[in-house]
């Protein structure tokens, strides 16, 4: 059971980490000019679901998750 919970933690905390790194991924990698222009992911109008608003819940989850998996399971 602790080693299911560590491994959703770690799978939860990729998809986290996977959505905070989006912000920062330049537009146009092959270019390489002076100015860079980044991607900002924003929720659109067509869409109402959007999955980045869940970055940070998904941060806090994943990391609970894995601190559970860890105490709990103990010295197995």
Same mark, same amino acid.
């Given at each position: 059971?602790?080693?299911?919970? !560590?491994?959703?933690?770690?799978? $939860?905390?990729?998809?986290?980490?996977?959505?905070?790194?989006?912000?920062?991924?330049?537009?146009?990698?092959? /270019?390489?000019?002076?100015?860079? =222009?980044?991607?900002?992911?924003?929720? =659109?109008?067509?869409?109402?679901?959007?999955?980045? /608003?869940?970055?940070?819940?998904?941060?806090? $989850?994943?990391?609970?998750? $894995?601190? !559970?998996?860890?105490?709990?399971?103990?010295?197995?």
């Amino acid at each position: 059971m602790s080693k299911a919970l !560590i491994i959703i933690g770690c799978l $939860v905390l990729l998809y986290a980490i996977a959505a905070f790194s989006v912000d920062f991924l330049p537009v146009d990698a092959l /270019q390489s000019s002076s100015n860079d =222009t980044y991607l900002k992911v924003v929720p =659109t109008t067509e869409n109402p679901f959007d999955w980045t /608003q869940f970055r940070f819940p998904a941060l806090a $989850v994943g990391t609970i998750l $894995v601190a !559970i998996g860890v105490f709990v399971g103990g010295k197995n």
